[in-house]
């Protein structure tokens, strides 16, 4: 089974491989993706300066070190020993890069005059951001306005989150907020305000057949909801749908 080693693209990785009693015998790193021969000992054979062999003497430890890896290195490479047959031992490395999310997105609803609160999650950066800017519309937001009721809690860690509070949401807090890590690249969620409790109904006559034995038709004029495409509406109708109807039955 290869051994496993995780690394951050743009930041420099090393491939262990420890080797005893090796006499006189030699020590290669070959990339498997293409068959590549990258160092023999100590000697580099990719034109790729970006992998080195390193090797202390009197050490077990022959490493292959990559500058700069980015995802496209990531792969299985095979420490492999001169005997014959070869002897080897694979490495899986996996290049990941720094991820910005915001949960819940991308389109979040929230209830007129309720808290928004919007959490942004920095991954795999190479240290925490030192700066997180929150945007909503494309302009910075401001902390001091008159709106007021605006705060945000951060903690930093190997996941940074960045979390953004804003009370007694109203309609012009509608829009597309943006968290931007000063070391990774922004989200973005789009927030819609919604009022609880609209409606928008028709009246209309129907009739229903029901199942059950003691009532055979039903007459009414009754009010539904529009069809739209939200699905919030479309609960709505739902659930405003089955109560009404309900009423026949008690």
Wanted: proline residues 6%; positive net charge; charged residues 20%.
């Amino acid at each position: 089974m290869p051994s496993n080693v995780t690394g951050l693209a743009g930041e420099t990785v090393q491939l262990a491989c420890r080797v005893k009693n090796i006499g006189n015998r030699t020590v290669s790193w070959v990339r498997h993706r293409d068959i590549h021969l990258l160092t023999v000992g100590t000697y580099t054979y990719t034109s790729d300066q970006r992998f080195e062999a390193m090797h202390k003497f009197h050490t077990e430890e022959w490493i292959l070190r990559i500058r700069y890896p980015q995802r496209k290195d990531s792969g299985i490479y095979e420490c492999q020993i001169s005997t014959t047959p070869p002897i080897g031992h694979p490495v899986r490395l996996t290049i990941v890069e720094p991820v910005t999310e915001i949960a819940g997105g991308p389109e979040l609803f929230i209830n007129k005059d309720s808290t928004i609160n919007l959490t942004c999650y920095v991954r795999h950066a190479p240290e925490p951001p030192s700066t997180i800017i929150w945007s909503h519309n494309h302009q910075a937001i401001n902390f001091d306005s008159p709106r007021g009721g605006i705060s945000l809690v951060t903690e930093k860690g190997p996941v940074t989150s960045s979390r953004l509070l804003i009370q007694k949401a109203i309609d012009r807090d509608s829009g597309l907020y943006t968290c931007s890590p000063n070391n990774t690249h922004p989200n973005s969620v789009r927030v819609h305000i919604v009022n609880g409790k609209r409606k928008m109904p028709i009246s209309f006559k129907t009739s229903f057949t029901c199942k059950y034995p003691h009532v055979t038709h039903l007459n009414s004029n009754e009010i539904f909801f529009k069809r739209t495409n939200s699905l919030e509406e479309k609960i709505f109708e739902r659930i405003y749908f089955v109560q009404h109807a309900l009423k026949f039955f008690r």
